[in-house]
């Protein structure tokens, strides 16, 4: 079965910094993307930041350009967001995402969530 398995996340003051991470487990053969997601209350849930596998350009969401980084560990399975200079409006749940093929099925995965709370 595969998981993913989010670790991070909290709370923390206006022009301060988090880091998320996520990593893969389970019998698969391959990731594709991997990245984050985020929903914050009321709202649909947002690409945040997606890299693909291979070495490709990262996707980053106009609202985090300049502030989050999005960083992958192909060996580990792993990726992480570092998230600078935060802002209350980047207060919502972030949610790993992968795109894996297994041998049961190839598709994508979400990690259990991780809330983000930015005070001002």
């Known amino acids: 079965q595969v998981q993913l398995v989010q670790s991070g996340g909290g709370l923390v003051q206006a022009g301060g910094s988090l880091r998320l991470s996520c990593a893969a487990s389970g019998n698969f053969f391959n990731i594709n993307t991997m990245g984050w997601y985020r929903q914050a209350p009321g709202k649909q849930r947002e690409l945040v930041a997606v890299i693909p596998s291979g070495g490709g350009a990262t996707n980053y969401a106009d609202a985090v350009k300049g502030r989050f980084t999005l960083s992958r560990d192909n060996a580990k399975n792993t990726v992480h967001l570092q998230m600078n200079s935060l802002k209350p409006e980047d207060t919502a749940i972030y949610y790993c995402?992968?795109?894996?093929?297994?041998?049961?099925?190839?598709?994508?995965?979400w990690g259990q969530g991780t809330q983000v709370t930015v005070s001002s």
């Open positions: 995402n992968a795109v894996i093929s297994s041998v049961l099925r190839s598709g994508t995965y």
